[in-house]
């Protein structure tokens, strides 16, 4: 008779089904959102090099990370879609919280390199020719209002696409911005109101990035996710007939909205002898999913004598 078990459920593979038919639709809406951007940046690019517009090439600058904030969401989404195989044995699902990190990271740093080149401005502020910038202005607004307005309509449950979301909002607002600046110096040639615009954004930008950085850090740092409270889950499956103790409970994120747990069970000695195990582990995976939503779990089902064999140090 072995002395433990070692059980685990295939829900993720009904996980993974499900989100395939939303993750087609959001890639179909990035796709759409990512061609409109990259137009929209090659001909903001030609009306700065016309204009001399200093302005309007950095704002291009900035188009391009959305660009490539919608691309890198792609990319991850394409990745966590391929089956787990060989080494990779939870598959690429954890590419988009990758994927999340960078755009969060890159929000940040791009805020920053703003930040000093606006303040710069706002010492000596440089000529600026408004008219170009308004039309360039109204023109982003409606490319990133069609993006925004694209992207709403993807799954922002996932961190991914999120991220990407973020970034697309951000330069709404700054398109915003820059068109009431550019008003501003048409009206009373007050270039400075080109940099606080900037400020303005920057100040976005870096309220868009932190959260990204923060969420997608503490999934790859296998924290619990933070709506789950592993006293209540120790609690629950403590309650259950059978259970003596639970002890080295680790609760995780795989990816965004898959949360995963892993615990050994210490159950009554008969337990092994009467054939309970069957209907306990149903009862355990049963309280996860019922109590806390949690479809993947893996319990090591044990006698309470086999504390003393085990190695390694136990977390209560």
């Not at 090659?42 to 700065?48: D, I, Q």
């Not at 915003?176 to 048409?186: D, F, H, M, P, S």
């Not at 007939?241 to 680790?250: A, E, G, R, S, T």
Request: glycine share 8%; charged share 15%; with cysteine.
């Amino acid at each position: 008779m072995a002395d433990h078990a070692k059980v685990s459920d295939g829900a993720d593979e009904q996980h993974s089904h499900s989100h395939g038919v939303s993750a087609n639709a959001d890639r179909r809406y990035l796709w759409g959102a990512l061609i409109a951007l990259a137009l929209f940046m090659l001909g903001e690019v030609v009306v700065a090099f016309i204009t001399g517009s200093l302005a309007l090439l950095s704002d291009a600058g900035h188009m391009l990370s959305d660009v490539a904030s919608i691309g890198v969401a792609l990319w991850a989404m394409t990745l966590a879609a391929r089956p787990a195989r060989g080494r990779w044995t939870y598959g690429f699902k954890r590419a988009e919280i990758l994927a999340a990190l960078a755009n969060g990271v890159t929000l940040l740093v791009l805020g920053l390199v703003l930040a000093v080149e606006a303040v710069r401005r706002l010492i000596t502020p440089p000529q600026v020719h408004a008219p170009p910038v308004i039309v360039v202005a109204l023109v982003g607004i409606a490319v990133n209002f069609l993006a925004t307005w694209l992207l709403a309509r993807a799954n922002r449950t996932s961190l991914n696409v999120r991220g990407a979301y973020q970034h697309i909002l951000t330069d709404l607002f700054g398109f915003i911005g820059t068109l009431v600046a550019g008003l501003v110096i048409l009206f009373t040639g007050w270039t400075r109101a080109d940099a606080l615009a900037s400020l303005v954004v920057v100040a976005l930008m870096l309220r868009a990035g932190w959260p990204l950085v923060k969420e997608s850090g503490s999934i790859l740092l296998e924290a619990a996710p933070p709506d789950i409270d592993l006293d209540e889950v120790r609690k629950h499956l403590m309650d259950l007939d059978h259970v003596i103790d639970v002890h080295d409970l680790h609760v995780w994120t795989l990816t965004d909205g898959l949360p995963a747990v892993s615990a050994h069970v210490v159950t009554r000695d008969d337990c092994f002898i009467d054939g309970d195990m069957p209907e306990l582990l149903d009862e355990l995976q049963d309280c996860l999913r019922t109590h806390f939503g949690i479809e993947h779990s893996t319990f090591q089902l044990e006698p309470g004598a086999h504390a003393q064999h085990e190695p390694g140090m136990h977390h209560h």
